[in-house]
């Protein structure tokens, strides 16, 4: 107990000496500041979001009925409502659910070329690798907005491509990649973005 008492004193002496060189050098003490959590830093990195929107699809596939080719093209009604919903998740939502310390930036793509390749899971679905081609490394998230209800041209029927209302895989820490058709947009609510996107960001 004697050995405690001694380094305890031992310590307090050091910590008086450095206060007095500190005050006889005339150095100022070094000031904490707490942050501000009710204010957003007006310096934050922005995450940058890129949506793909494939206005057609161009699909072949066989199954046991035989070989069919769904053809799907996006109304213009359709693709305003992507775009529109697109932007009010972006800067609405996300800068809401961050109290307004994530802005993220928006850029919104629209593929030349049809949606032909997909893959077999819950219907089907563009995976990163048939959409490789389109993908952009200098984004954080994509997010692939596509037209799964067209007509199986050599049946005459319609067909819907996927079973699911969006699908989302994890990336690890890498660009995250979020997909869903068009129809489950709809114009006054964005829960699909919310849902598919926070799966991405909570993979990540």
């Known amino acids: ?11 307090r002496f050091i910590a008086t000496l450095l206060i007095l060189v ?15 959590a009710s204010q ?24 046991a009925s035989g070989q069919h080719r769904v053809l799907a093209n996006m109304t213009q009604s359709e693709i305003d409502r992507a775009v529109n919903a697109s932007h009010q998740f972006v800067e609405s939502d996300i800068p809401a ?12 793509r629209y593929p030349n070329h049809a949606l032909t390749g997909l893959d077999p899971f819950c219907g089907y679905w563009p995976d990163r690798l048939h959409t490789s ?3 952009d490394p200098s984004f954080d998230s994509v997010i692939v907005i596509w037209d799964d ?6 049946t005459g029927q319609s067909a819907d491509l996927q079973g699911c209302g969006g699908l989302t895989v994890s990336n690890d820490t890498g660009q995250t990649y979020s997909t869903f058709p068009v129809d489950s947009v709809k ?10 996107w926070g799966h991405s960001i909570l993979f990540y």
């Open 1 to 11: 107990m004697k050995a405690k008492f001694r380094f305890a004193q031992a310590n």
């Open 22 to 36: 500190v005050i006889l050098s005339g150095i100022q003490p070094v000031k904490v500041v707490k942050a501000d």
């Open 40 to 63: 957003p830093l007006t310096q934050n990195p922005q995450w940058k979001i890129l949506v793909l929107i494939y206005t057609s699809t161009d699909f072949t596939y066989s199954d």
């Open 97 to 108: 659910l961050t109290s307004g310390y994530m802005v993220p930036l928006l850029t919104i």
């Open 133 to 135: 081609a389109d993908l």
């Open 149 to 154: 209800s067209g007509t199986d041209i050599n």
């Open 187 to 196: 114009s006054n609510e964005r829960n699909v973005f919310k849902h598919e």
